[in-house]
């Protein structure tokens, strides 16, 4: 087996045991990784001016791959969120969410098997934004009514939404290339194109343009609203589904609470270049530095990067040993005790790591 070089970002909340846990998992699955760990996060603002140091961005760029926990962003301040900053400097165009059921880990279905395909790099995500009361603000806001576009009230505040045909061409593509590999049979783009028909609009025109270049996998589209309604009522009819950055952000939370919670939802954000593995939970300050966290998105995130590397059979085994601890039922996180409606005393994040650990 190869070795290979992952950078660490061990983030902060419960990202630090989180990627502890997965850490132990992965080299006691046998994976020979070199871990060189980078931070990110809220406490390094005052020592470096910034949650992300330039020297994080070099180290993803030197290794190519790297893992992550997941970083705060305090809502409302001028703090930029690291995520966001990571993806548009490395390019991290695609955002990667499989949805699986776990047999034992309490969804509301047994069967759930889709993919979350998401832009990453534009729609109100680009981070284009006016501040109310702003002199720039203000000359948008006639700017606006100058081109007759429409009045905005002046004491508003402006995010900008841009889709181009660009990145929609690049996500659809990727969903498609995505489904073909991994022998999905159909594509759904989500959107609210009857009512942003410049932005959602481009989207999907740009979606089933890219659908007649594939014939052997079935396309449609869904109205985001009645997406919403549609995958809770019934997964089944879903494989891979593909999104604007935000809707795609939503329906993530929406489809890991269909199969047990953000616990167990992991995620990869991918480019041309450079990946980057992470959970799609995040920092959940509520319950950091307690030893309770569930550590399972952040190692099945782990299975997904080593399938990157070309160790699958290793990605394979760590999967196996996780399916086998939740169907055994006995070492659980709270989170899981309480979706399966449990009343059975919770496992801490050490000990169900030990469980996955000795299923190996
Ligand atoms: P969150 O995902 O951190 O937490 C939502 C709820 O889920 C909380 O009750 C939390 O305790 C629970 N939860 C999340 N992960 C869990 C796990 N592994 N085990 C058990 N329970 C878990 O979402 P939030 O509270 O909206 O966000 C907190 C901070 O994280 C914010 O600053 C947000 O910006 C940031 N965030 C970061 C990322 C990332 O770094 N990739 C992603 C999403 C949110």
Known sequence: MAKHTVTLIPGDGIGPETTAAMQRVVEAAGADIEWEVAEAGAHLMEEFGTPLPPATIDAVRKNKVAIKGPVT???GTGFRSVNVALRQALDLNVCLRPVLSIPGAGG????????????????????????EGTPDALDLIDFIEEKGAGTIRKDSGISIKPISKTASRNIVEYAFDYAERQGYKKVT??????????????????AREVAEEHPSIEFNDNI????????????????????????????SDLCAGLVGGLGIAPGANIGPEYAIFEAVHGS????????????????????????????QDIAAKIRAAVRKVYADGSVLTADIRKATGSNTAPASCTEFTDAVIQAL
Do not use: W
């Open 108 to 131: 509301r279905y047994e069967d759930v098997d889709l993919v979350i395909v998401r832009e990453n790099s534009e729609d109100l995500y680009a981070g284009i934004e006016f501040e």
């Open 189 to 206: 783009a989500a959107h609210k194109a009857n009512i942003m028909k410049h932005s959602d609009g481009l989207f999907l025109r740009t």
């Open 284 to 311: 959940a300050p509520d319950i950091a530095g307690k030893d309770v966290c569930n550590p399972t998105a952040e190692i099945l995130s782990a299975a997904m990067m080593l399938d990157h590397l070309g160790e």
């Open 73 to 75: 962003t305090p809502v």
């Open 224 to 251: 985001i609203d009645a997406f919403c309604m549609n995958i809770v009522m019934d997964p089944s009819q879903f494989d891979v589904i593909v999104f604007p950055n935000l809707y795609g952000d939503i329906a």
